[in-house]
Nanobody
Framework: QVHPVESGGGLVQAGGSLRLSCDASGRTFGPKGLGWFRQAPGKEREFVAR???????SYAESVKGRFTISRDNAKNMVYLQMNSLKPEDTAVYYC?????????WGQGTQVTVSS
């Protein structure tokens, strides 16, 4: 079982930066993929970024060049560095761990970008 716990959200002005962290401790039977999703008010949850167990990264087009995902395997942590934030980045950000077709979600952390 994995129980992701996010931290690092908050209020920031447009153009600013935030760094989200997620503790994804817990044993899995195979490599663990770690990712970030977000859900804005009135919208569906959407993919933001993911890093595989081997380090392969992927990003949503809307965040490419602004967000960077990274992981520290020794600490079971995944991070999302968010730069050049825009008001449209305002959302609850969720961490997701996945392995062997099973996914585990965190409770989310609020990110609010003011214009």
């Amino acid at each position: 079982q994995v129980h992701p716990v996010e931290s690092g959200g908050g209020l920031v002005q447009a153009g600013g930066s935030l760094r989200l962290s997620c503790d994804a401790s817990g044993r899995t039977f195979g490599p663990k993929g770690l990712g970030w999703f977000r859900q804005a008010p009135g919208k569906e949850r959407e993919f933001v970024a993911r890093i595989s167990g081997s380090g392969t990264v992927s990003y949503a087009e809307s965040v490419k060049g602004r967000f960077t995902i990274s992981r520290d395997n020794a600490k079971n942590m995944v991070y999302l560095q968010m730069n050049s934030l825009k008001p449209e980045d305002t959302a609850v950000y969720y961490c997701k761990a996945d392995s062997g077709g099973i996914g585990w979600w965190g409770q989310g952390t609020q990110v609010t970008v003011s214009s």
